[in-house]
C-alpha cells in the first residue's frame, strides 16, 4: 500500500473578504504526480503555498510527511546561488557564466532550475516551471522528471508538458478541488464527456418538469371547467332529482384538484438539474488603427546588438511587411528580447516608418508591485472614459467589486492579461509582444489569439508555446547563427 504523504482537511481560505479554498479533504500518495490547473486567480498557487507552508488557512490542517522543495513562478537569482548549483547541471541547461543580474527571461529559468536539481527532496513543488523555457529547457524538464522518485504537484497551463509529466488532475474552480485521473487531454476528455452528461440530464429534466406542469394545468383547467358548471347549476333552479349530479360534479372537482397538486409535488420533487454554465469569453479591448501604408514598416540593415561581451545579432538584414503577424523564435539567450527593445528604441541599423505608433507588452511587464488599483492603471495612458475601463475590466473577467484591488494583490496571469489588455486602450498600429502567453490560462490565451488575428495592423512576438506560435504567426523568423533567418512558411505547422 502507497504512504500517504500530504493530506488537506477542513481547509478554508480568504483574501479580502473573498473566499478562495474550501476543501473538505485531499490526499496524496509517494510517488503521485499531479497537475494543478484552472483559471486565473482561482487559487492554484495559494494552494500550493498552503502545502509549502508559507501561507496559512483561516481554518484547517495541513499534514506532511515528507518535506517539499518549492519552485516558484518568479524569484529572484543572485550571484551566490551560483555556489549551490552542480556544474554538471549548470552545462546541460546551458546556465551563463555572466552575472545573474544580466540574464534573460529564459536563462533565469534555466538558473532555477539547475538550483533545483542540485538539491533533493522526496516531495516537489513548482508553480509554472516552463516559463520562458525555449523547447530544449522544456525539454531538459520533462526528461529529468521523468526520472524524478518523489511526489510532485506541479501547477501549468502547457498542455504538453502536463501530458508527458502527470498521471491525474486537480482543477481549482469556485474554491473547490475536483480531482481528475490520467494526464491533461484525458482531464479535457472527462470534462468533455461530463458536460454532453449534463447537458443531456438537463436536456430529460426540464422535459419531464414541462410534461408534469402541462399535465397538472390541465387537471386545474378541467377542475375550473367543473367548477363553473357548478356555479352556474347553482344560479338556476336545481331539481330534487339533480342533486346527486351536483354531488357527482362536486367530487370530480375535488378529484382534480387533487390531481393536480399531487402532480405539481412531483414535478417539485425531481431531482434538480444545472445547466451547462456557459463560461463568459475574455474580450480585450477593440484596438483603434493608425494608418500606415509603407510596405515594409519595420527594417533592419547591418544590425548588430551586444549584451555585455556577447554579440546576439552581428550584421543581421530584415524586412517587416505592413500587416504581418511575425512571430519570432530562438533559444533562450539567443537575444529575441533584446531585438525587440532595439527596434523599440529605433536603435542603429533599425529603420522605420514615420508613422509607426508602438504598443508594448514586455516579459516583466507582469510585475505589478504597485499599490496602485486595477482602474487607475488602465485609465493611464488611455482616453477612453471610466465606464468604458470598467466594461474592458468585466471583460477580461474581473468584477466590478474587484475594480479597486491594488495591484499587488494580483495573480501572476490576472496581471499579465491586464498588462496585456492595456496595449488595446491606447491607439498604435505596431503590437509588441514579448512572451505574452507567460502564466496565464488557456481559455486568456485563445482569447489573445482570436485578438491578434483580427488586429488590423502589424505584429511582432515572440513564444515559447509551440500551439500559439503556430495559431497565430503569418511570418516565423529565427535566430541563428547571430542572423535573423525567415523560415519557410511550410515550417509554421
Do not use: C
Amino acid at each position: 500500500m502507497q504512504e500517504l504523504v500530504l493530506e488537506l482537511k477542513n481547509i478554508e481560505k480568504s483574501y479580502l473578504n473573498k473566499d478562495v479554498l474550501a476543501i473538505d479533504q485531499l490526499t496524496v500518495y509517494q510517488n503521485e504526480r499531479i497537475g494543478i490547473v484552472g483559471k486565473n486567480g482561482q487559487g492554484k498557487s495559494t494552494l500550493l503555498n498552503l502545502i509549502a507552508g508559507t501561507v496559512q488557512p483561516d481554518r484547517g490542517e495541513v499534514h506532511k510527511t515528507v518535506d517539499f522543495q518549492y519552485h516558484r513562478q518568479t524569484s529572484e537569482v543572485s550571484e551566490a546561488d551560483l555556489k549551490e548549483i552542480d556544474p554538471v547541471l549548470a552545462g546541460k541547461l546551458r546556465v551563463p557564466r555572466h552575472e545573474p543580474t544580466h540574464f534573460s527571461g529564459g536563462e533565469a529559468s534555466r538558473f532555477r532550475l539547475a538550483k533545483l536539481f542540485s538539491h533533493y527532496e522526496m516531495g516537489l513543488l513548482m508553480d509554472e516551471p516552463t516559463t520562458h523555457l525555449d523547447e530544449e529547457g522544456i525539454q531538459f524538464l520533462i526528461d529529468e522528471l521523468r526520472y524524478y522518485y518523489g511526489t510532485l504537484l506541479v501547477v501549468s497551463h502547457d498542455r504538453r508538458f502536463l501530458d508527458e509529466t502527470v498521471e491525474k488532475i486537480w482543477e481549482v474552480a469556485d474554491g473547490t478541488v475536483t480531482v481528475y485521473d490520467g494526464n491533461y487531454i484525458n482531464y479535457q476528455e472527462q470534462k468533455k464527456h461530463q458536460r454532453m452528461e449534463q447537458e443531456r440530464a438537463y436536456e430529460q429534466f426540464m422535459k419531464e418538469k414541462s410534461r408534469l406542469e402541462q399535465a397538472a394545468r390541465k387537471k386545474q383547467e378541467q377542475a375550473q371547467k367543473v367548477s363553473q358548471t357548478t356555479k352556474k347549476q347553482k344560479n338556476k333552479h336545481i331539481k330534487p332529482d339533480r342533486l346527486s349530479s351536483s354531488k357527482q360534479k362536486d367530487t370530480v372537482q375535488k378529484a382534480a384538484h387533487k390531481a393536480a397538486k399531487a402532480i405539481e409535488k412531483r414535478a417539485e420533487q425531481l431531482e434538480h438539474v444545472n445547466q451547462v454554465k456557459k463560461e463568459p469569453a475574455i474580450r480585450f479591448p477593440e484596438p483603434t488603427q493608425l494608418e500606415m501604408h509603407n510596405r515594409f514598416p519595420i527594417m533592419g540593415a547591418g544590425v548588430t546588438i551586444q549584451k555585455g561581451e556577447k554579440v546576439l545579432l552581428d550584421e543581421a538584414d530584415f524586412q517587416f511587411p505592413l500587416g504581418k503577424r511575425i512571430g519570432i523564435t530562438g533559444p533562450n539567450g539567443a537575444g529575441k528580447s533584446s531585438l525587440l527593445e532595439w527596434i523599440l528604441m529605433d536603435g542603429e541599423g533599425i529603420t522605420l516608418s514615420p508613422k509607426v505608433v508602438f504598443a508594448a507588452y514586455r516579459q516583466t511587464d507582469y510585475k505589478l508591485t504597485e499599490q496602485m488599483n486595477l482602474l487607475d492603471y488602465l485609465a493611464g495612458e488611455s482616453e477612453y472614459p471610466e465606464p468604458v475601463l470598467r466594461a474592458v475590466l468585466n471583460n477580461l473577467g474581473l468584477s466590478q467589486t474587484e475594480v479597486r484591488k491594488p495591484l499587488s494583490d494580483l495573480s501572476g496571469g490576472e496581471s499579465t492579461r491586464l498588462a496585456v489588455a492595456k496595449l488595446f486602450t491606447v491607439p498604435s498600429n505596431v503590437l509588441i509582444l514579448d512572451e505574452p502567453t507567460n502564466f496565464i490560462d488557456v481559455q486568456t490565451i485563445e482569447a489573445l489569439e482570436e485578438l491578434m488575428r483580427s488586429y488590423p495592423g502589424m505584429i511582432l512576438f515572440t513564444s515559447h508555446d509551440r500551439y500559439f506560435m503556430r495559431n497565430v504567426a503569418e511570418q516565423i523568423w529565427e535566430i541563428r547563427d547571430k542572423k535573423l533567418v525567415l523560415k519557410d512558411e511550410t515550417q509554421i505547422e
